[in-house]
């Protein structure tokens, strides 16, 4: 799935909705991936710190490469450069290597094989005014700070409120949840792509509604195991212990 051109100087608010096992995080997944490989500048060993300068080969290069018999990918082939960085080779992405671009990615889940920050509620909101949240993607699953029932909690308020910024920080943000009303009214509204992901378990292909009018992604599908080796669907994201600490807290006030 490769990404529709948008103007990085806007910010997308984009929120994905499905049923359980649709798809929804291999979408936010996948539309993260494309965005790091299409702007890739390096490839890193994550063992030995080794690294090559990279780029992401043009129309004649992937012409060439088709010519002689070999499927392009835009997650696999590159142009990657020598240790003094004069010349260069089309070659596929060494095996465990990580993407390194230009983008910086923030997720309370974990992603593979390029390069992104794991956030907690903490993070976030001490770093609420920071420019460290601009030009960027915030990809926030299973209502991390954006569930409707908490959406009085301090952390929650200070996000709402942050996310109405999206714009001005160009900080793009993926919002994970099943539902439309599970989700902080706030974030409903200023969202600019509502998607809805649907899988096809016999095909293995996700297609993807867009609801209502949006600048930066249009409907279609893509081939969902492209994307598989980027996260684990098996995490769960954890409640924070400060949140757990509150919640505690206000049990025993009531006892």
């Known amino acids: 799935m490769v990404m529709d051109e948008y103007d990085s100087t806007q910010a997308d608010t984009r929120l994905i909705f499905g049923d359980q096992g649709a798809g929804k995080t291999n979408t936010a997944v996948a539309t993260v991936v494309d965005d790091c490989f299409i702007n890739v500048t390096r490839v890193i060993n ?9 780029c992401p080969l043009n ?12 499927s392009y990918s835009h997650l696999k082939h ?29 997720s309370n889940f974990h992603f593979y094989g390029i390069r992104h920050k794991y956030i907690d509620e903490t ?4 770093n609420i ?3 460290i949240l601009s030009n ?21 308020k200070m996000v709402a409120k942050f996310g109405a910024q ?5 900080l793009h943000t993926i919002i994970i949840s099943q539902y439309a009303d599970m989700v902080n009214s706030r974030f409903i509204r200023f969202a600019t792509t509502k998607v809805l ?9 996700i297609s993807l509604d867009i609801i209502g009018k949006s600048d930066f992604m249009q409907p279609g599908d893509y081939y969902a195991p492209n994307y598989w080796k980027f996260f684990k669907h098996d995490e769960t994201v954890n409640i924070s212990q400060q949140s757990i600490d509150n919640y505690m807290a206000d049990v025993y006030k009531k006892r």
Request: aromatic share 10%; proline share 4%; with cysteine.
């Open 46 to 54: 994550p063992i030995t710190g080794e690294w090559r300068k990279a």
């Open 59 to 70: 129309d004649k290069e992937i012409e060439l490469l088709e010519s002689k018999g070999v």
């Open 78 to 106: 590159m142009k990657i450069f020598s240790n003094d960085g004069k010349s260069s080779k089309i070659l596929a992405k060494p095996e465990g290597w990580v993407i390194d671009s230009p983008i910086k990615v923030f």
């Open 123 to 126: 993070f976030l909101v001490e």
């Open 129 to 131: 005014n920071e420019s």
């Open 136 to 156: 960027a993607w915030l990809v926030l699953d299973e209502g991390f700070l954006t569930d409707k029932q908490d959406t009085m909690s301090r952390p929650n």
């Open 166 to 170: 999206g714009r001005r920080k160009k």
């Open 197 to 205: 992901c649907k899988y096809d378990k016999f095909t293995k292909y």
